[in-house]
């Protein structure tokens, strides 16, 4: 059956399904759902749009970041890989060099970047939007065909932390099968001392109809729910811990909150000229990032939420050990 449509055809009936997601997701909704029916082994937000993509899993293929002084070249891979969403379940993703979220591209201001996307998916064109670049996107945010290449160049003249993502249509279904991550462009100069981590927020949805109705399955920090709960991340008493965090969505805003602590400075999309000091939770939009610096007075065992607590309870939950 996949190899009834031509592959083009494939992308236009993709295009012309976008459309009528509403009538796909209504169809999809209003199926025999029997109560006791077992979970798909593979969750697949796609649905009716997929109905010509069989899930693929092909190998990890990791970004490659070359630095000759501010010369820098990256070469990114897009693919569709099989990622654990939550303990037992998987989900049919579509991504940057196989993980959800993508690397964390870390630059320095005023660095010149040559990107190359590498379009390993057989299936799909995507693309790359990069919200740390200020170029045209009708001439750089365009459709890589399969197994074709393109190459973008932009100076990284903005320190911040931004989001990037696949921008082929439809661009709610590519964000939301977890084409997306982060890039943190550092100002010049030494940075605040203690660790960096980038948690990157977003949403899994089971349907087509979830996700244009804003009913994610899981809310979860870097891909995973609940993965720092067994994990945890680590800090020191007194001794600042950067975040750097996107909120990728694609559709719900971050209200980002330590519990047991005060958030020591908030830099909107990670703007060194916007300092913010003293603030209890930060509101991050969908496409936004922030940089947050927290100081832990005491040793113990923190959470870091969106304390939108219907997210919390998808998954969207870590934890910091912070020790003596
Ligand atoms: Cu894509």
Redesign the pocket.
């Known amino acids: 059956m996949r190899g009834t449509i031509t592959r083009p055809a494939r992308w236009l009936l993709l295009g012309a399904l976008a459309a009528g997601l509403s009538a796909c997701g209504t169809a999809g909704a209003t199926a025999a759902h029997p109560a006791a029916a077992a979970p798909p082994a593979v969750m697949d937000s796609s649905g009716p749009m997929n109905m010509n993509l069989k899930p693929l899993n092909q190998p990890l293929r990791p970004m490659t970041l070359v630095r000759n002084g501010n010369q820098v070249t990256i070469n990114l891979y897009?693919e569709q890989r099989i990622v654990t969403v939550a303990p037992g379940v998987r989900f049919a993703a579509?991504t940057f060099d196989g993980t959800v979220p993508g690397p964390v591209i870390h630059l320095r201001q005023g660095d010149d970047v040559t990107l190359v996307l590498h379009n390993l998916d057989p299936d799909?064109p995507?693309?790359i939007d990069l919200h740390a670049a200020q170029v045209a996107p009708n001439l750089n945010y365009v459709d890589v065909p399969p197994g074709q290449s393109r190459t973008i160049r932009f100076v990284a003249s903005v320190p911040g932390v931004f989001m990037y993502h696949?921008a082929?249509q439809p661009g709610l279904l590519?964000m939301e099968k977890g084409?997306y991550g982060a890039v943190v462009v550092d100002p010049p100069g030494p940075t605040a001392g203690g660790p960096e981590y980038v948690p990157v927020q977003s949403e899994f949805y089971d349907s087509m109809n979830s996700l244009l109705n804003g009913a994610p399955t899981y809310v979860v920090f870097n891909g995973e729910a609940n993965r720092y709960m067994s994990a945890p991340l680590h800090a020191q008493v007194g001794v600042p811990v950067r975040f750097a965090v996107v909120n990728a969505g694609p559709n719900d805003w971050s209200a980002f909150h330590v519990i047991g602590a005060i958030l020591d400075t908030v830099q909107p999309s990670g703007s060194p000229d916007t300092v913010f000091h003293d603030l209890q939770t930060w509101t991050i939009a969908p496409g936004d990032g922030a940089l947050i610096t927290v100081v832990f007075r005491q040793p113990g065992t923190y959470k870091f939420v969106t304390h939108a607590f219907r997210d919390v309870d998808k998954g969207a939950e870590g934890s910091v050990l912070v020790s003596d």
């Open positions: 897009t579509w799909m995507h693309s696949c082929t590519h084409m």
